[in-house]
């Protein structure tokens, strides 16, 4: 792909995405994992600190990662916005219910979630903060993550360049690794 292709497609992942921030479930379906940043630290999170996402304060999000917390605060924000908003809010996990004992440095709220959507028959993935095109593998030497089946990354979340080594986490709340 030349770069107007690629500014071309990122903007229509990134309006999908931002209506997916808002609760639409029209392009795909939005949801919070434990990116490879948090993931051994999942069994001791109670709660999660945030920044003030969206001029409306900290997400009230507990160690249930329910994505309709999210999807209910962007959808309070212009979804021309939205993404903007997403690449500023961060979230840290936390030992206690006052989220004074932080267990992470801050993670930008992009590496929190997944997304998935077809445009143009090929569908493309947002993970750990980074757009991927299913249907191309992907390794990682990260012993908590697993690889994701098909994946490449094309493209970072929210235009910039993939520079660094892209890791995936398999571990969900589910299955707390």
């Not at 109670?46 to 999000?61: E, M, Q």
């Not at 143009?120 to 993935?125: E, I, L, P």
Request: glycine letters at 10%; a negative charge.
């Amino acid at each position: 792909m030349n770069a107007l292709e690629d500014d071309t497609l990122l903007a229509a992942l990134e309006r999908r995405l931002a209506a997916a921030l808002g609760g639409s479930t029209r392009f795909g379906r939005l949801a919070l994992r434990w990116p490879a940043a948090a993931a051994d630290r999942a069994r001791d999170t109670v709660a999660f600190r945030s920044n003030d996402v969206g001029g409306y304060g900290p997400l009230p999000l507990d160690a249930t990662l329910d994505v309709t917390t999210v999807t209910a605060r962007f959808a309070h924000i212009p979804e021309f916005a939205r993404t903007d908003e997403l690449k500023q809010s961060r979230l840290i996990p936390c030992a206690d219910r006052e989220r004074e004992r932080l267990l992470t440095a801050p993670i930008p709220l992009d590496h929190w979630l997944t997304f998935d959507t077809t445009l143009h028959g090929r569908t493309y993935r947002l993970h750990e903060g980074r757009w991927r095109r299913v249907g191309h593998t992907e390794s990682t030497n990260d012993p908590v993550s697993a690889p994701e089946p098909c994946c490449e990354v094309f493209w970072t979340s929210l235009g910039q360049h993939p520079g660094g080594e892209g890791h995936v986490v398999g571990a969900g709340l589910a299955g707390r690794p």
